[in-house]
């Protein structure tokens, strides 16, 4: 066993909200919606995975199964019973894996740029990409850009790359970007009644654009729907922050009484 999982509660209303980040980030990725969230109705739980951040120091196996028992451990542990779950990206994933294992305790779901149930598969070249991105900046900062269209200022990504040295450990990097690559438990999710939001960038690399959601999520959940954020690449949460807590909260609250 491990001592609780390293996370952040913003907010002490009824609707509860784990939220879970992305693969190249801690849950401080979201500090952009903090201020605006409403903390009366929410209370959100901002987690990090293994070897993250306030979790760093907790190893483990990597995997999306592993990660999802940890999100549910997490929110026996904060008393919640039934809950709302937010997935960034390869957390996209991890988020699908709760609604296989635990639809009963999902009030709903959203996917946030999201690596598919499916995995993003990576020909031999990106594998080697994404793994040397692990420890050499400059093909960390090569993928920063291509996954938010080349359009964000030098500082944000400097910014976001100190984090990341500082704060999350290599081999759980490692180990999550042969989990966001290689699984596939899609067949689990099909027909899931989970309901399903899809929040899309414009400006997000291929593997995460609308179509390869819709062609995806949109296939395998029945109570699916999708928002295209046209300011927005891979981190809308950071890229237009008002808009994304705007539309987060207005699904939580739709499916309150779930």
Known sequence: MYSQLGHKVVGSGPEKVLVMHNWMATHRSFQPIWPILDQERFSYAFMDHRGYGLSRQIEGKYTAQEAASDGLRLAGELGWERFHVMGHSMSGMVAQRLAVDAPARLKSLIAVTPVPASGVRLDADGYAMFSSAVGNDEQWKTIANMITGNRLTDRWHESSLR??????????????????????????????????????????????????????LGEWFPNFTMRVFEGSGHHPMAEEPIHFTTVAERFFLDHSGN
């Open 163 to 216: 984090e990341f040295r500082e704060q999350v450990d290599p081999k759980a990097a490692a180990g999550f970007l042969r989990m966001w690559s290689c699984t596939d438990f899609h067949r689990d999710v099909k027909n899931s009644a989970v309901p399903v939001l899809a929040i899309a960038g414009r400006h997000d690399f291929a593997a995460f654009s609308p179509d390869a959601i819709s062609a995806t």
